[in-house]
């Protein structure tokens, strides 16, 4: 037991849960994960259907207004999400400030935040028509924002959004259309995005979603709020591990090389780890990582890059780990990154676009727990405590008598 000086409970019993391995910080109708089982549900509909029989606009109108759209919802859905896809003239230059080479990511966590000055209308977050619309301009706008981040990386000029398309379609059109030529669209490739993006949605309280939340209980701005979503994601422990996947399978390099891997994994003493392994919730194969390793080969059959040597490092990989007595006692199996850094590369989605990419999904997730906690008839703001080890009282010494 605690002492009471280190961890005084203000009502009832406190507990000392660091990384909340243990703790529910609020009530959510949104997502379900079952870590034993390997199952995840959004509203209710298992991964798999929504991935495999539903598309964008389903799954995004399911987390947001809590069931799967009639035909007319689609419509005006997907309309009212293609007219809120434009950002303001006066936000494209944000982009120009920025160091030519700077990661995309770091410029997504500025460019969202600073939406919310223009957009003063969203700060009325007890009205649930701006509740929405708010929720509808992060959605519509990220895949503008996104790409418009790599066309300044690269030097390009930038490719506004198109009304024929559909969000995925517009996603790839805006990045890679240049205007010397015409971006035909592979239906494969746009259809991959699509699974992509419904696959990294939501995942319940995880690190960026709980950070919004918690950005959320102090009523901040929507657009303030995503913006600390997004630079939780940004870590190699989060989103950023599809990233540090692929770099982990270049450095491997060689089925070969394998064993060695996997023994510099067990080794506490090196600061190596599997990365797209384990996950604080899964004890199993995450269910994502099974329809994103069916992506994987789809995508790699339709861009011809069946041989691409990473999948075969990749595939041996998982085939050891998953029957070595370390990785199965400690439930590390292959989690939704370890698939998705391939595919994306064989897509063309450069490395540092990755996570921006998952950033772009996880905006749905990210604005439905933040509506729905917005909605709490009692709302409270996060406040965790802390357990204290420094020291109790001090006698103050004058700056002359230090040493
Ligand atoms: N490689 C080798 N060993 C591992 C790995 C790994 N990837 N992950 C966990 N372990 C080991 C730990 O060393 C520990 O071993 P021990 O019990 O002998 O001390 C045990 O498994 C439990 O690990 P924890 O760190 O306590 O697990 P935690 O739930 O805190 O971490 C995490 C989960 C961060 C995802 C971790 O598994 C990891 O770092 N994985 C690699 C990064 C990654 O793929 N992140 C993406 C997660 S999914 C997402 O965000 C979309």
Redesign the pocket.
Known sequence: FLDVRKLQPTTGMCTFDP?FTSTGACQSQITFIDGKEGVLVYRGYSIDDLAEKGDFTDATYLLLHGELPTNSQREKFEFELTHHSLVHEQLIKFFQGFKHDAHPMAIMVGVVGALAAFYSDSADIGNPAERMRSCLRLIAKMPTLAAIAYKTSIGQPIVYPRNDLSYSENFLHMLFSVPSEKYVMDPELARAMEIILVLHMD?EQ?ASTSTVRTAGSSQANPFACIASGIAALWG????G?NE?VLRMLEVIGHVENIPDALER??D?NDPF????????VYKTYDPRAKIMRSVCHRVLKAAKKENDPLLKIALELENIATSDEYFIK?G?YP???FYSGITLRAMGIPVSMYTVLFAVARTVGWVSQWKEMAEDPVPRISRPRQMYLGSMKRNFVDVESRC
């Open positions: 990384g995942h995880n190699p422990a989060h989103g591990a540090a994994a067990k506490k780890r599997l990365m797209g392994f384990g996950h604080r400690r590390l989690n939704v990154d």
